[in-house]
């Protein structure tokens, strides 16, 4: 780039935006084609319980009705299989496409109906009978496991992670302090709920699936294999996603059924899910339970932790495998120099729905319950919130730092960062000492108004590669093909930031095709915030290839040395000035019937590629001011700071609204969303009334302070993912802060905080 | 390959099939989109024209009725440009997408109706009313020609060719033969009436069109120049197609307005050709004129041809640009040596449907022309119709042969050829000597059968290039990707055939992708025989390069070099014997984010490409034998041979499949097909009742010699293309035999031989 302003660092417009304005989207729901069937999943009412017949007769009589499939019109359909963090054992957990002979959780699918409309097909769906005899439901998972082939719930595995000499620290500490903590059952509710339209082409022997989100290249793989066939026979196809979070595009049951469904029924089938539907089908995520205990100094200084905990899975183990406990357990010590550590991580199986990773899987959970503790060691000490994480943070001389454990595969070393830096900057953003002044005054005028801060480290940039590919065609129209998807997350305008940077074109000219399998062979797809450093890398990588080559083929047509020429506004020019050529017009000499070409390969296209076997680990700072009314038990979020340090923002408004947005979600989490249960194991969170999402009178404006202190040393352009931390530490902060307004330190121990247990905290 | 029987050689079945016989094919009229529209084209019902006005209001207030364009919607939207053979001065005439103030021939597209069924459209065209000036219509190409502004026909351009003295052959010859000689206006009719598909996904701003053949590539080029858009946000995609014979998958007028109006009217737009419009509106061809004269020594030798020929090019200058005629004027002096020749070639416009390619374009025509001057020769000098040829043609001591002159931008050069030898061997199948014994017996007793032979050069194998992907997944699954297309001629059979032995895998183990742009950046398509020569050798040379890349890092894994392993049956094994690994394994292997792989570049992949100044030339021999009914004018064809010289047959069965089919095309154009007009230009060949196509009841069985003598030494499998050999001389060896068959030498100078003709020659 040289010659004009970069579009790396500018929060230029979003290019994904025209079609959305102008209601021109293509969500899944908007995907049709003729003769199409309509899918529509029969879900069992029961938790827990021997799935004895089902009766279809009736349902079946009804005039449009195509075909109803039970367990045994699928039963060459293997499980669905682990994607991430695939450790021994899980296997039998996995869940089947259709309930055998036993339901586990209400909402499992344990029939499917096919029909000309979908009112059909639910009602349809409505008139199939299932016999069940019901059966106790484990609905707890820190209860004594069971049998699974019986039924019962059970203990997948237990993890283990640890380093230094546990035992000996508490020997030797000043102090112990232990807690139990609980993260409520919650997860991401996107606006779009899930879709798949799959459709047989027999003139090719294609089979296609469109509503694809997240991970097209796994779930093409997965299905593939399941359904017997050649990956490269079948293709996932991504339209716009209305939110991902995590919980979109994993390969679930319904999606197999309707690629099943298209090659044996041979008409295109279409499964949109209803709300309900997504609230006990789609993944849920965050339950966990915490016993910790940490050993310390006299100065606060913590010398070991030692945790326990009981992950929450549902009813069966869905393609994250063991990735959300996995990341609880080895993000759990954070920010803060712990010498000795120690982590027992149980994966329970309950009568619920599955779960699987939503926005800072794992560590939400784990921030929650460390900013916890260290708010515990602030108060047995005696010192302030902010004060007690200063004399623990690791400090920025420590960089790189190797913290002895490993998770989705990788070592954990902290790449870059100024910890302290950072939480002098949210302090002084928050104003922290003056507003701790200014809360006590209102706290004297009876006011229950509180300040908490929190911190943490967040990981991005998971691997292993990412590969993009570039052409540029006769019209100078600058195509990047990647395996990443976007989930609204503002790919097509990142990757064209970066690559308008590399080659030295305007980023509208230049179009990002993602998410669809046919027009790249491997993707990795977008989760873990892995997008803008992969991709980006890669597509990089790819630019700069291509700017080479380019003007390797410009120097002959311009009779120039390619060192005297650049590319600038999609111009070949000369650096010092006069003629220029337009990148079209080599890409057209570059056409394979050109004779100017040579030996050259034909095309002006390049391919990048970049691997990694390390993440890398922004990190923030969350403050908050919650104002508690004592009456309600409700509370009010009066201010909050984000600062986040992600080595590079390519795009400061994205990076802001991934902030505000995860804040959003954190604080449902934090103080609203919870899927409930009764005894029974019946959910009581099926729709917008029960399941309570913050709204934009519950969310406040955020202060956001993108720091870019710490850039990364693993890619060219210094980023990390920025995805996730608004999310990751609004449970943490928000109960600091709520213990502070009701003068109660450690109050908090459950989230989400709700009207109820507020009162009874403050009442107890 | 090795370790097994080649595939290349073997008339294996078709991997096409499966599909078609189940009835999954999927052609034009089975795209549809939802909410689409349907397109119907209002056409000129005068010949010649000045056009007024378009009352289109009764049409626009049916209901159904979306939008009804005339020339003024479309007037951004430059003409329809040249493909191939574009010489200067034919862009003046180019077609208009719809007609503005005048009218060129009945079917000229003057406005268009989009519905929401086609019905509706239908109705709603017959509605349109167009107040058109009636002028004289121009239907003889012979004619004084006009002036195209004022709405007359005229001369495009003088094509001219030649080498040698002519004037001073003349001036010393024996003798000088001249004969006027005219072939009939036909064309290729195929099964399948065109089709187009457009549909705009303004989500990714990429424009589709489906019902695409022949030649993608160039229409996405030209589509999106026309259009104004980018070519890689302009997808062309094939479908099956049933039947090309050149005339199927050129851009015309219907195409582009399918298109545009996608992009217009934001709806999918689909458009299906009736018959009658496919008689008056789609490419036709063949209709020349030609006076041509030779100067022969006194064994009948040529010394020297001069010919004078006019080309109707119905209204006005289509894709082919000056394909036709330039390839008549080429390949004239066909397989004999002819010292010296003069050609001038009148592309006349006349107000008839305008022209393009039809099977073996140019040849057929001047086959005609040469054979039957070789059969006046033989007249002349009182010698047999074969003794003649072998006097005249060229020895195989000549070979490679150049011919100062050029075709198609190309030099013509005979690689090579025996064709002495395969005259021997067409008289020999066709027991020449005996049929005449016979023939001539029968004659005595009153019948009137006769003998014809005609010979031939093709030419095969246009570049300038093709290139080819190849992959493997890790289910060891095959994909072949190229630019090439599908016009049913067995593409995927036969390039399946060539990569199985050059990698090593069962030919029904691989995918051939065509015919889609989204997929593949170039392409060439499928004409002028040239797919399985370019595309063959450019997927030999991929599928080689991949083989080399699977035993390398096979011999890794194996622990063995790559010398010691071959590929036999999709798995790699040693040579002399022991381990194997199938080559998805290798695939998994080369993952982008296996360990193993090392520094090489992820994926079992490879690109091959096959550049060529040159074509390549098969060469054939026609014999007849026909039975006059001299009551009817009728002529039965008793008996024909087909000997053909290819070089290298990949698939015999499908060769002589070509052959017979073609043969069956030549036989139409011999004696049946015409489509005739009447003074004003009326168009009377407009349904099946009028123009006669020649059935099975008609079409005689042939007897085929696929002769395999002169291999090509321009590719490594020695191929040539065989799609064309079997129409070429159809003409020419069946005039030739009715000729013999009525006792009058050089009767026939005009095809069709109709009956009326017939009759009129033998009471003449």
């Not at 899980?90 to 339901?103: H, K, S």
């Not at 969310?699 to 993108?706: A, E, G, Q, W």
């Amino acid at each position: 780039m040289s010659g004009r302003k970069p579009f790396v660092g500018r929060s230029v417009k979003r290019l994904e935006d025209p079609p959305l304005l102008r209601g021109e989207g293509r969500f899944a729901a908007d995907v049709s084609f003729p003769n199409q069937l309509h899918m529509r999943v029969v879900r069992s009412h029961v938790a827990h319980g021997k799935l004895n017949v089902i009766d279809t007769a009736e349902a079946r009589a009804l005039p449009g009705v195509f075909a109803i499939w039970t367990s045994a019109d699928v039963a060459e359909l293997p499980t669905i299989g682990v994607r991430l963090t695939k450790i021994d054992g899980l296997e039998p957990y996995q869940q089947p496409v259709l309930a055998g002979d036993m339901v586990r959780y209400v909402g499992e699918p344990i029939a499917v109906v096919f029909a000309n409309d979908p009112y059909v097909a639910e009602d349809a769906a409505d008139m199939v009978m299932a016999d069940i005899d019901e059966l106790p439901p484990l609905l707890d998972a820190r209860a004594a496991p069971g049998d699974f082939s019986s039924g019962r719930a059970t203990e997948v595995v237990v993890l283990r992670k640890g380093f230094g000499d546990v035992d000996a620290a508490f020997a030797k500490a000043h102090a112990t302090i232990a807690l139990d903590l609980s993260t409520g059952r919650h997860s991401g509710v996107p606006m779009e709920t899930r879709g798949a339209i799959a459709r047989y082409d027999a003139a090719r022997d294609v089979l296609e699936m469109y509503g694809a989100a997240k991970v097209p290249h796994w779930n093409r793989d997965t299905l593939a294999r399941m359904l017997g066939r050649a990956p490269n026979a079948t293709h996932l196809l991504e339209g716009h996603v209305g939110g991902g979070f995590g919980v979109r595009g994993e390969l679930y049951p319904e999606d197999v059924l309707a690629c099943y469904a298209a090659l044996k029924l041979r008409r295109p089938v279409k499964w949109i899910e209803d709300r309900r539907e997504n609230l006990i089908a789609c993944n849920h995520s965050r339950q966990q339970h915490y016993a910790i205990k940490a050993a310390i100094d006299a100065q606060g200084k913590i010398l070991a932790i030692d945790a326990e905990f009981f992950h929450d899975q549902g009813a069966y183990v869905r393609t994250h495998g063991a990735t959300v406990p996995d990341l609880s357990a080895a993000m759990l010590p954070g920010p803060y120099n712990v010498p000795a550590y120690r982590v027992a991580g149980h994966i329970r199986l309950t009568n619920k729905t599955p779960c699987g990773t939503y926005r800072a899987p794992g560590r939400y959970e784990s921030t929650f319950v460390r900013e916890r503790l260290l708010d515990a060691i602030a108060a047995k000490i005696g010192i302030d919130g902010a004060e007690v994480r200063r004399r623990n943070l690791l400090p920025q001389s420590a960089m790189p730092y190797a913290r002895p454990v490993d998770t989705l595969g990788t070592e954990v070393v902290f790449d870059s960062g100024d910890y302290p830096l950072l939480l002098d900057k949210a302090l002084q953003g928050m104003a922290w000492t003056a507003a701790q002044a200014e809360l006590k005054a209102r706290r004297a005028k009876g006011e229950h108004v509180g300040l908490g801060v929190a911190m943490f480290v967040e990981k991005s940039g998971l691997g292993p590669f990412d590969g993009v590919r570039i052409s540029v065609d006769t019209s100078g129209a600058v195509e990047v093909v990647t395996g990443a998807a976007s989930v609204g997350q503002g790919v097509e305008t990142v990757m064209a930031q970066i690559c308008a940077d590399a080659l030295g074109v305007d980023y509208t000219n230049i179009r990002v095709i993602h998410g669809r399998t046919d027009r790249i062979e491997f993707g990795m797809g977008a989760f873990a915030s892995r997008v803008t450093v992969m991709t980006g890398e890669a597509t990089k990588r790819a630019a700069t290839i291509l700017k080479a080559k380019t003007l390797e083929m410009a120097a002959e047509l311009m009779q120039a040395s390619a060192d005297q020429l650049d590319i600038v506004d999609g111009d070949v020019v000369r650096k010092g000035g006069g003629a220029s050529m337009p990148i079209g017009e080599v890409a057209r000499a570059l056409l394979p019937a050109s004779r100017i070409r040579g030996d050259r390969a034909p095309g002006l296209n390049a391919e990048g590629w970049f691997h990694t076997d390390h993440m890398n680990y922004p990190y923030g700072v969350h403050v908050a001011q919650v104002r508690v009314d004592a009456e309600t038990g409700g509370v009010a979020v009066e201010k909050y700071l984000v600062a986040y340090d992600i080595g590079c923002a390519v795009n400061p408004m994205l990076v802001e609204g991934q902030i505000v947005g995860g804040f959003a979600q954190g604080l449902g989490g934090a103080l609203y969303e919870e899927f409930a249960y009764d005894e029974r194991g019946e959910p009581l969170s099926v729709t917008f009334a029960d399941y309570l999402m913050p709204t934009a009178h519950e969310t406040p404006h955020v202060d956001v302070i993108i720091s870019e202190d710490a850039p990364s040393p693993l890619n060219s352009l210094g980023v990390k993912g920025a995805g996730e931390g608004g999310t990751n530490a609004v449970g943490a902060a928000i109960a600091a802060a709520i213990d502070d307004a009701i003068g109660k330190p450690g109050a908090v121990r459950e989230l989400p905080v709700t009207p109820m247990r507020l009162r009874a905290l403050m009442s107890g």
